[in-house]
């Protein structure tokens, strides 16, 4: 027997500030996160053509960046370094003079509110492009584990408030934990990229980062796209290995997967919005065939909806800067 006529749901929408008054899922500029990209020199804004409005930014550039962003109300950036030489072994990685921390001091001087994260990985240090060391034509995991453990202290000491590692090899995240825990670092938080496939979506970013593998793909180590109980097992293995947050990566097309984990674990669940996502709406929009803005905030809505706290996205700034206006 239906309500219709005592229950008319139009009732609450028949304005906005009816409809703000029962809106059930908000996107706050305090749970988004801009990744940004450090490269050597001084004064480089090198802008990247897939990404519309991002660049790889020298360490004073990125200095400014952390003030513009701390100014709109970003409170978090995670950081790629993309350095001068890069090796077999991804040794740039764990300089502790290296890129990514050069930038980590500069930005704690700079924009001392923001929250400091790294992207701990080898792909952008190794000349093969690869996540890990290769040993006979595939990633090696555990000797790239004492690499990863050793790059999350260098950025620890260089004052990282989390490290994020995103290489996907078995058993890092406990590797890093132990070694985070032996520096005296075991206040430190570890976001995983705990259920990260190996995407098609992830282009743009290896322009970014020159990432892309030399050889094969990332099939070996990131997750099989249409594995959902996987997934579960990934989240589990990192919870248990000591992950504080918990990452699915890419967002849009893995919104189920988003769902499943927070019901599952209850953890803070982060969602990686990323290049190819970005890459999309910004052409779009530039051919006029989607409205940006309405875009991006249906986009990060239904993120925030599927159950994710954190949201790494490119559009952070944008969308921080029109949540302040509104
Ligand atoms: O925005 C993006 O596409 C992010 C890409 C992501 C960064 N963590 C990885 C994707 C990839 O190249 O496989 C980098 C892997 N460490």
């Known amino acids: 027997m239906s309500?219709?006529?005592a229950y008319r749901p139009r009732r609450l929408r028949r304005t906005e500030a009816l409809r703000r008054l029962v809106r059930e899922t908000r996107v706050v500029a305090e749970q988004l996160v801009q990744p940004l990209f450090v490269v050597p020199g001084r004064g480089v804004e090198r802008p990247i053509d897939s990404m519309p409005g991002i660049a790889q930014q020298s360490v004073d550039r990125i200095a400014d960046e952390g003030r513009r962003l701390a100014?709109?109300?970003?409170?978090?950036?995670?950081l790629f370094g993309v350095p001068e030489r890069k090796d077999a072994r991804g040794s740039g990685a764990t300089d502790p003079d290296g890129i990514v921390p050069r930038a980590l001091r500069a930005l704690r001087e700079a924009a001392p509110s923001l929250v400091?994260?790294?992207?701990?990985?080898?792909c952008e240090y190794t000349d093969h492009g690869h996540c890990g060391i290769v040993r006979d034509g595939d990633v090696d995991n555990d000797p790239t584990l004492d690499l990863l453990a050793a790059e999350a202290l260098a950025h620890a000491r260089?004052?990282?408030d989390l490290v994020a590692p995103s290489d996907m090899m078995d058993?890092?995240?406990?590797?890093?934990r132990r070694a985070l825990d032996g520096a005296g670092f075991a206040h430190l938080p570890i976001m995983a990229y705990a259920a990260k496939f190996a995407s098609a979506f992830y282009g743009p970013f290896r322009d970014a980062a020159e990432s892309t593998p030399q050889f094969g793909d990332r099939r070996s180590y990131q997750m099989d796209p249409p594995n959902a109980e996987e997934a579960l097992r990934e989240v589990k293995l990192d919870i248990d290995e000591g992950a504080d947050?918990?990452?699915v990566k890419p967002a849009l097309p893995y919104l189920d997967i988003v769902r499943r984990v927070k019901d599952e674990f209850g953890y803070p669940v982060a969602a990686y919005h990323v290049s190819g996502e970005y890459a999309m709406v910004k052409a779009a929009a530039a051919r006029g065939w989607l409205d940006e803005r309405r875009v991006v905030d249906e986009s990060l809505t239904a993120i925030?909806?599927?159950g994710a706290d954190v949201i790494i996205t490119y559009f952070a700034k944008d969308v921080a800067r029109d949540l302040g206006r509104r």
């Open 158 to 160: 260089a004052g990282a």
């Open 3 to 5: 309500r219709y006529p």
């Open 171 to 176: 058993g890092r995240v406990g590797a890093i």
């Open 71 to 78: 100014d709109v109300g970003v409170p978090a950036v995670l």
């Open 304 to 306: 925030r909806r599927a």
């Open 116 to 122: 400091l994260m790294t992207d701990v990985c080898l």
């Open 245 to 247: 947050i918990v990452m």
